[in-house]
């Protein structure tokens, strides 16, 4: 699986390393690119899942607005719900491409 903004590959990795939640693919921390991401002041919390982060991506300069959200500490439970740990695992908006790589 790819996540890709404005040709930009923002994540990538295996499809069975991603977990799948409510729709969205989220990646595992190491196959995200970090360096262009920066964490967003935007504020949510979800009431099953937790307390989120959300990025804004800097690609060439430009700063494109909460693109992507974690959920570092999830909520006890989260993970027996969806089968998977995905503390500190990063999905993405609609506005970021994600298909398989």
């Known amino acids: 699986m790819r996540a890709v903004l404005d040709g930009h590959v923002l994540a990538e990795s295996p499809e069975s390393e991603t977990v799948k939640i409510e729709g969205n693919f989220y990646f595992p921390p190491n196959s995200v690119d970090m360096e ?17 982060q959300y990025f804004n991506a800097v690609i060439g300069g430009t700063e494109v607005r909460d693109v992507a959200w ?20 990063v999905a993405f908006a609609p506005s970021v491409t994600v298909e398989a790589s």
């Not at 262009?36 to 989120?52: D, H, I, N, Q």
């Not at 974690?70 to 695992?89: C, I, R």
Request: hydrophobic share 30%; aromatic share 14%.
């Open 70 to 89: 974690s959920y570092p500490n999830p909520l006890p439970g989260a993970s027996a719900v969806v089968g998977a740990d995905f503390a500190g695992y």
């Open 36 to 52: 262009a991401l920066r964490e967003s002041e935007t504020p949510y919390t979800c009431p099953w899942k937790g307390r989120s």
